[in-house]
């Protein structure tokens, strides 16, 4: 037939000229769609419309997706046939390659008023194109379709989906899939969907989700742990500080599907960050018998773990066999080694080290050099570290804005503020940010020299940041608050109440240790049912340490631990909005620093009334400063406070504690605390051996002295001046004059430059030698007259 000049085949009759009939018909249907679209189509109950001519013109690769659509709906408009599933299907697929999923979800509505189904499969394509374009609303919308109609989602699908949100970043939407899917008992999820799933929310920290996913994932029947999931479940945890869950896991583990070196890996991470990386030697022992052998990575987190534990020469010793087995150490390795053995106070073989490192092709990054100038102005080196620092600006590489609060820290503390402030208006011109520690460094040293009329020119300095006017916006409302007639009212009740008295010191050390994580039997405990213990250890383990550490675990209470290496980090300002505690410790700092206690006494007063929790170096600060003044009732009381908010967790509590039971006499108690420290994973650094060295000296007891001083070279730390000036003046009070002349010795021999302490004590040594002398030639004298 003839229509407006385009000509349209009519089937004729008979079978056997059906099929072209149909060929011809598609051609001519195609052929008017592309160049006049549905316009010009001819009546529909003139043609031969079928739902074969439907998807062949679908099914078209001429056609635009636009006239695929529009055909679509013209033939469900105008013909007696309503599209099938089938041909639902072949649009869908069609609208997704081509992205145009808008139109999906309009035809996806058409299709449900029309009460067509759809296949399984489909459902799946659709959810892909949405998920795969962000579209993540219409995603669900799909799913609630397919709920309604009856279809019933398999594991696959509902996996697939789960790992698609993940990767999107889409964490809410998976844990509400997640959720769903373990509500339904036909469903278990898969443990590759479980695994993308922890491993996003434990990037994201986010503890309580990934608590509740590993809930789920137990109490679901038929939901087992492959070995990657029991891995990223014994590093999360234990870096969250649940040591207690990480070791129940790898028990549990070893029976079910055996460790990997990846779990081993794990494992010697997360003891190395409770500080317990004697353990985690024994464990590194136990994996090279294993049948594993040991990667580059298990080598840089041992190498990390005893450096941050001055435990330089096993560090050395791992590098060693790192370089003998072929992996060759990387940036951080070498950074970790330069750090430690610059706080090990052995400066010549971090330089050797970092020469070391240039030879072998190793890019040293800034905080390589970083770590060189601080290491080199703590170690006396003060000339060497700004040469190196100057040098680096001319070059105009390796410099950043830590690099200059480096330098400025050390101005400050040579007393050079004209100086240091000179290097913060360059440090803000290079467009480095000035941050908090910075200006606490240059705000001490203001307050120091009573220089605050300087402010202004602090504030020139770096007139394009807003830190300094949040800090001296802090200064006024701090200034205000001590102005206010309610905080100058008199209170007589303590602000730190005795809970204790001092002599009562392992107590307050006990009730910290209540808050422990967890709690680790010592060694040489006595065990009192020795059946439960055989049953419980595997004679033939290839990991008979990990299973006693395992086995030791006494409490699942999960509290905070009591001793960590967590990493430090540098810290920013806020905005002046609130007190938060960053800038409650820089003012602290600052009065602290004048021995202004009964300001900064006031002042904690103030912070906590705003709802601002102490953190443990504030808590150290106050309590050293107290101990300073001598007052030990109430440093002991700080303690007693410390140990009910947060857990004395670092070195610097057991440093204080130390050295005021050694001011008071208390030898003897001191020992008890390094003990304890020791027991829960402590280190002891250079500013503990000289603290127990002195208080051990004063109180007479040499031999425990010298003990800890071999102790304290075994462990691969260099004494430093005020080591060799505390033995020469024990040993010399306690008439060893030959033992305090070795020490003498020993410390020209290293190279130790004497200061204006040991002038005093060589003085008192040289009259003690000269009465020595003295005695001797009178003691001679009388048996020659005697004679």
């Known amino acids: 037939m003839h229509r407006r000049g385009r000509t349209f085949l009519v089937k004729p009759q008979g079978s056997r000229h059906s099929q072209l009939a149909d060929l011809l018909l598609v ?15 001819p009546d529909p109950r003139s043609i031969p419309l079928s739902e074969p001519i439907l998807l062949q013109i679908l099914r078209s690769n001429s056609l635009h997706i636009s006239k695929k659509l529009d055909f679509f709906t013209w033939f469900s408009l105008n013909s007696d046939l309503k599209p099938s599933s089938r041909s639902y299907s072949q649009i869908f697929r069609a609208l997704c390659r081509q992205g145009h999923l808008g139109e999906a979800l309009d035809l996806l509505s058409s299709m449900r008023r029309d009460g067509v189904g759809l296949d399984l499969e489909t459902f799946k394509i659709l959810l892909d194109a949405f998920i795969r374009s962000g579209k993540f609303d219409s995603a669900l919308e799909i799913l609630d379709t397919m709920e309604e109609l009856g279809i019933t989602l398999n594991a696959q699908m509902y996996d697939s989906i789960l790992i698609a949100l993940v990767r999107k970043d889409q964490l809410s939407l998976a844990l509400s899939i997640f959720f769903k899917i373990l509500k339904d008992s036909s469903h278990v999820p898969s443990s590759i969907a479980c695994n993308e799933l922890l491993i996003a929310l434990r990037k994201s920290d986010m503890r309580v989700e990934f608590k509740q996913v590993f809930d789920g994932m137990r109490e679901k029947k038929g939901s087992g742990m492959d070995v990657w999931g029991y891995n990223i479940c014994i590093h999360a945890f234990g870096f969250w500080g649940d040591l207690d869950t990480s070791l129940r896991l790898y028990k549990e583990m070893k029976v079910s599907v055996g460790p990997d070196l990846c779990t081993y890996n794990s494992l010697i991470h997360v003891l190395c960050f409770f500080g317990k990386v004697k353990d985690a030697l024994v464990v590194y022992d136990e994996l090279k018998g294993s049948g594993h052998e040991p990667d580059f990575f298990t080598y840089r987190i041992l190498i990390q773990g005893c450096c941050k534990s001055y435990r330089i ?85 390796f410099v950043d804005g830590v690099t200059y609060s480096i330098v400025v820290l050390q101005l400050c503390r040579e007393g050079l503020l004209e100086e240091a402030l000179k290097l913060v208006e360059e440090m803000e011109g290079r467009g480095f940010v000035v941050d908090l520690v910075t200006i606490t460094s240059l705000l001490v040293g203001l307050y120091k020299q009573g220089r605050w009329d300087w402010t202004d020119r602090l504030m020139k300095h770096i007139r394009d940041g807003n830190l300094l006017p949040n800090v001296l916006r802090w200064k006024i409302g701090m200034e205000a608050s001590l102005r206010n007639p309610e905080s100058k009212r008199e209170d007589y009740a303590p602000m730190f109440p005795s809970k204790d008295e001092f002599s009562e010191i392992m107590n307050l050390i006990m009730s910290a240790e209540a808050t422990m994580k967890v709690q680790i039997v010592p060694d040489n405990a006595e065990v009192k049912d020795d059946v439960t213990v055989s049953t419980d250890i595997d004679q033939w383990s290839s990991s008979p340490y990990m299973d006693q550490l395992t086995n030791q675990v006494l409490s699942s209470d999960r509290s905070s631990q009591l001793f960590s290496l967590s990493r430090g980090r540098r810290v920013e300002s806020k905005g002046g909005g609130s007190f938060d ?51 030990f009732d109430e440093a002991w009381n700080i303690l007693s406070e410390m140990g009910e908010k947060v857990c004395p967790a670092d070195i610097a509590t057991y440093n204080v504690i130390i050295q005021s039971l050694g001011k008071m006499g208390r030898a003897d108690l001191a020992s008890a605390v390094l003990d304890k420290l020791i027991e829960h994973g402590g280190y002891l650094d250079l500013v503990m051996y000289n603290t127990l060295i002195n208080a051990l000296g004063k109180a007479g007891r040499l031999d425990e002295v010298n003990k800890f001083f071999d102790q304290m070279r075994a462990s691969g730390i260099n004494p430093d001046v005020v080591t060799y000036n505390t033995l020469i003046e024990v040993h010399a009070k306690a008439g060893r004059l030959k033992d305090a002349y070795k020490f003498l010795k020993m410390m020209l021999d290293a190279g130790c430059i004497p200061n204006h302490v040991t002038d005093t004590i060589l003085d008192f040594l040289g009259k003690e030698m000269e009465k020595q002398r003295y005695q001797k030639a009178s003691i001679m004298r009388n048996k020659n007259d005697d004679s």
Not at 27 to 39: M, P, Q, R, W, Y
């Open 27 to 41: 051609a001519s249907l195609t052929k008017t769609l592309s160049d006049s679209g549905t316009h010009y189509l």
């Open 313 to 397: 020469n096993d560090a050395k010793k791992i590098f060693s066999e790192m370089e003998y087995n072929g992996c060759r150490p990387d940036t951080i390795v070498y950074n970790s080694l330069i750090d430690g053995l610059l706080k090990a106070r052995k400066v010549s073989e971090a330089c050797q080290m970092f020469e070391k490192m240039v030879q072998d092709g190793v890019r040293a990054s800034t905080w390589t050099y970083n770590i060189l100038i601080d290491g080199l102005f703590r170690n006396g080196r003060a000339e060497a570290g700004y040469t190196m620092f100057c040098d680096l600006k001319k070059k105009g590489q």
């Open 581 to 631: 505690i960053d800038m409650v410790n820089t003012f602290l700092s600052i009065f602290l620093a004048k021995g202004k206690l009964s300001l900064a006494c006031k002042l904690f007063e103030i912070f906590s009334e705003m709802g601002v929790n102490p953190v443990s170096y504030t808590y150290n600060s106050m309590m050293t400063s107290f101990v300073k003044k001598g007052y």
